[in-house]
């Protein structure tokens, strides 16, 4: 790329939506939309010249990929030509060159923020790229409390609920209820390991690839294949006992009993998340965020694809919710 545009100060990477950049892609990502892709940073000014030159020189085909996509009628070029600022700000809704926020952490998206951290750089001329990039590698430890709390408190709201519908006959309420928690405990297991959940096409995977994730993984599995709530509610119960164990090594908090306990005079087994939730906020020290209503970010206060996919929509609900100012 570099003689196309000479000396055009740039940086070069492959970072942003794709496959490819979470490392999930396969064999079947090549059906659409692939080929050689790169993103290409360069001064504000020299966007429209250096666009330009990329098409006019860019070659058909590179190792065999043309460089040119068609998908859905729309035909887009391999090599994207753009700003970095401007390019940040569309994925994020912030250029985090400029600092990180409480409202930019709490209304960026998982998916996005895992989308600009990991992928790679290959070049950074301009600099400022991997600056942003390692700003946004984790949360501060108490945003990432407050996240984590939010996260347990998502458990302890239905965690009696595989039990109260089997309880009733509903066994098809039960195993609804049960999945949804089961995905909320996957967040939680990837979240206390530092890592961004992608979204749902992806859960799993990362999960997998998580070191020390085999069991957590068996025993989500068995809660989605029981049969009946018994069996739903133990399966969840491990599960539980091992994300807390988790969370007890992270030593944001302080240490708690990582069994299970009835659910009050009921005959349900739960993990009791808001004794994590609680834990976690009383450890947090920054004064603002420890007066935060307990909801969380913009991920789990919506799954909603055209709000996560829309950075203005994404910081206007985080911001709403939060009674935070955008």
Known sequence: MAPLIPGVTHSAALIGPGSEVLEFDTARSTDHDWGPRVLLFVPGEEVAGVRAAVEAGLPDRFGGFPTVFAYHGQVRCGVTVTEPGEWLAGRLGFDPRQGVSLLDWLSAPWQSLAEVTCGEVFHDGLGGLETARAALSWYPDDVWRYVLACQWRRIAQEEPFPGRCGEVGDELGSAVVGARLAREVMRLALLLRRRYPPYAKWLGSALARMPGSTELGES???????????????????????????????????????????????????????????????????????????????????????????????????????????
Do not use: H
């Open 220 to 326: 989500l599995g068995a809660a989605l294949a029981a049969r009946s709530w018994r069996e739903r509610e133990a399966a969840l119960a491990a599960a539980y006992a091992r994300v807390a164990a988790l969370q007890n090594r992270t030593r944001l908090a302080g240490w708690l009993d990582e069994g299970v306990r009835g659910f009050y005079d009921r005959p349900f087994q739960v993990i009791d998340g808001d004794r994590f939730a609680d834990e976690l906020m009383a450890s947090v020290t920054d004064p603002v965020i420890k007066g935060l209503p307990v909801v969380g970010c913009v991920d789990q206060l919506s799954d909603s694809t055209d709000l996560l996919v829309a950075p203005g929509r994404a910081r206007t609900v985080a911001a709403a919710a939060l009674n935070l100012r955008t």
